[in-house]
């Protein structure tokens, strides 16, 4: 399995950024999907989450800004983001897991849980 996330950048605050991770090699039934982020000296933490029945989870730190979503068919895997900030300043990650939801996706960032991949950097500038 593997995931490889691209889309990371440099902005300005309030800006907008899509980040997409490419899987390779993962499949389930059932499953969710989600993205991560870990500023720096902070621990890594869920940001938004979906499963395979299309449910999908956000952190309150990112609901009604951030859009997850995914294209099954190209085994992609989004993250739109808009109305960034300095705090949306971190290292992002994407991580899939068999026979998990989108709620409980986002219970945890203990890396040895699921499949993971190698981060993108998004830094908002104010």
């Known amino acids: 399995v593997r995931l490889v996330e691209s889309g990371g950048a440099s902005v300005q605050a309030g800006g907008s950024l899509r980040l997409s991770c490419q899987l390779s090699?993962?499949?389930?039934?059932?499953?969710?999907l989600g993205w991560f982020r870990q500023a720096p000296g902070r621990e890594r933490v869920g940001i938004a989450a979906?499963?395979?029945?299309?449910?999908?989870k956000y952190a309150d730190s990112v609901k009604g800004r951030f859009t997850i979503s995914e294209d099954s068919g190209k085994n992609i895997l989004y993250l739109q983001m808009d109305s960034l900030n300095a705090d949306d300043t971190a290292m992002y990650y994407c991580?899939?897991?068999?026979?998990?939801?989108?709620?409980?996706?986002?219970?945890?960032?203990?890396?040895?849980?699921?499949?993971w991949g190698q981060g993108t950097q998004v830094t908002v500038s104010s």
């Open positions: 090699g993962f499949t389930a039934s059932t499953y969710s």
């Open positions: 991580a899939a897991r068999v026979a998990s939801t989108a709620h409980m996706m986002l219970d945890t960032a203990d890396t040895d849980f699921g499949f």
């Open positions: 979906i499963d395979n029945d299309g449910t999908t």
